[in-house]
């Protein structure tokens, strides 16, 4: 009989509005041992709201591998540990994911409890397609990979979600108007608080209403419903080209063939040169 474990239980908290967080959220931060932040200075001001005292350990994504290790030691104390993110959902572009992954391999209890997430409230406001969803976070810097994320969003039938921070906002939008033509954009910020906005139209009118805005922002971008691309294909090199087919789960047959159509080549070109490649 293996000796009694603590719980991990995944706490979302407010994104802005205060009153944002549920009944049984406060209950568990009352009860576990130990509350695991994003920000231990930023969750103390919720919990001094909620008047709430209990013993803090940082858990950020630049340390997050190192406590991990404490934490799972104190899991398997006996300990009942939070896990809380400066807004929202713990491991929603928030670090959780580690000690979370850890948690399930040393057979701890993983416990979420739910609340409010910037994603999902951006979109049911948004008045874009529900139905059908991808959330891909925050856009790559790196060039290569934001080039691959941003045909992502061209291609995909199903409603795009993204985040960005404001200071990034304008390049982010440059980009997507390369590729999104006349498809329906919401950029939604400051999700629960006083000037909580959202701001409607295609992304050349996202772009000309936007002018320093402040607060985290969410972007719902319709699915391509049209089946039109712009991607010039020929900017990618063939591997790039490749690997983006691939991503969709295309085998490589068919792969080649698309490959063979958007660059105008025959499929016997494409194809030698992935051999001549190999």
Do not use: W
């Amino acid at each position: 009989m293996r000796e009694e474990r603590g719980k991990l239980y995944i706490v979302a908290t407010p994104i802005g509005n205060l009153e944002d967080i549920t009944l049984r959220a406060i209950r568990i931060l009352k009860s576990v041992d130990l509350i695991a932040a994003e920000d231990t200075r930023h969750t103390l001001k919720l919990l001094n709201h909620l008047g709430i005292s209990k013993p803090l350990i940082s858990n950020h994504r630049h340390n997050e591998d190192i406590k991990t290790n404490i934490l799972i030691q104190k899991l398997l104390e006996g300990k009942d540990i939070a896990l809380v993110s400066d807004a929202g959902t713990p491991g929603i572009c928030d670090p959780g994911e580690v000690v979370i992954k850890q948690c399930i391999k040393k057979e701890i209890d993983v416990i979420p409890i739910p609340g409010a997430c910037a994603m999902i409230n951006g979109l049911i406001a948004s008045g874009v397609d529900t139905r059908e969803f991808a959330f891909l976070g925050f856009l790559p810097l790196n060039k290569k990979l934001r080039k691959e994320k941003l045909y992502k969003v061209e291609t995909s039938q199903e409603t795009i979600i993204l985040y960005e921070a404001p200071h990034k906002l304008k390049s982010t939008l440059k980009d997507l108007e390369e590729v999104l033509e006349d498809r329906q954009v919401v950029l939604a910020r400051e999700l629960t608080k006083i000037h909580e906005e959202f701001i409607r139209g295609d992304v050349s009118e996202i772009i000309e209403k936007v002018e320093d805005l402040k607060g985290e922002i969410v972007l719902i971008i319709e699915g391509n419903k049209k089946g039109n691309i712009k991607t010039n294909f020929k900017s990618l090199s063939l591997e790039e080209h490749y690997q983006l087919y691939e991503e969709q789960g295309l085998e490589k047959k068919e792969i080649i063939k698309k490959i063979a159509k958007d660059r105008g080549l025959s499929k016997n070109e494409v194809y030698q040169k992935f051999i001549s490649n190999e």
